[in-house]
């Protein structure tokens, strides 16, 4: 993962209805949740909602695709684990003496 990306994400996250909308997703699978169902769940109005999946998207830590009428929601775990290694190459690693 390159600086430019890893900003973008963590930007995203930095945002305590951003992070809570990852974690919820990230407890109910592949099957993602409609925005609705998020937004009922996260105990938010759904129009407040809109702009926190779009950062979240925007930033590739969510999918979203059309189903009928609604737009369903899942983490990319890919792009998670990218933003992870990225992060864990920054730790020092320990030294044995």
Known sequence: MENRAAVLALSALAF??????????????DGGLPAG???RRLGIPQ???SGHLKALASASL???ER??????????P?????LTSF???MCPTEHQG
């Open 87 to 89: 992060l864990q190459s």
């Open 47 to 49: 129009n407040s909602l």
């Open 78 to 82: 890919p792009a998670l684990n990218l």
């Open 67 to 76: 189903k009928s009428r609604s737009i369903i929601y899942r983490i990319n």
């Open 37 to 39: 169902e998020l937004a």
């Open 62 to 64: 969510l999918t979203a």
């Open 16 to 29: 305590e209805t951003r992070l809570e909308t990852v974690r919820l997703l990230a407890t109910v699978g």
